[in-house]
């Protein structure tokens, strides 16, 4: 079974930098289709989706970045240790959300993969960018 462990997360200040990991066990993630998502504090009966920041099909050796991080959001991978990066830069404090990532090894195309479920997701971390 596929475990995806975020980490990374914490208190960040605008203009500064923050650097998310997340470690996957339990499968290979060389052919995945991963994605790091966020979603945003919610007021109470308010729903906001999760936004993908970031997504790379490493078989096809395709990254995108949605147009709000575009630029300042870099997504990365290390295969020796089985994990993908999120390198955020120049932080904003529309950043602040919870960051999850997510895999999918059933569908190389994200939104594919969105609309049928991602295969596995972590827990999420929480980023917090005061200005």
């Known amino acids: 079974q596929v475990k995806l462990v975020e980490s990374g997360g914490g208190l960040g200040q605008a203009g500064g930098s923050l650097r998310l990991s997340c470690a996957a066990s339990g499968r290979t993630f060389s052919t995945y289709t991963m994605g790091w998502f966020r979603q945003a504090p919610v007021k109470e009966r308010e729903f906001v989706g999760r936004?993908?920041?970031?997504?790379?099909?490493?078989?096809?050796?395709?990254?995108r970045y949605a147009d709000s991080v575009k630029g300042r959001f870099t997504i990365s991978r290390d295969n020796a240790e089985n994990t993908v990066y999120l390198q955020m830069n120049n932080l904003k404090p529309k950043d602040t959300a919870v960051y999850y990532c997510?895999?999918?090894?059933?569908?190389?195309?994200?939104?594919?993969?969105?609309?049928?479920?991602?295969?596995?997701w972590g827990k999420g971390t929480l980023v917090t960018v005061s200005s």
């Open positions: 997510a895999a999918s090894w059933t569908y190389s195309d994200l939104a594919t993969a969105i609309r049928y479920g991602m295969d596995a």
């Open positions: 936004e993908c920041v970031a997504s790379v099909n490493w078989s096809a050796g395709t990254i």
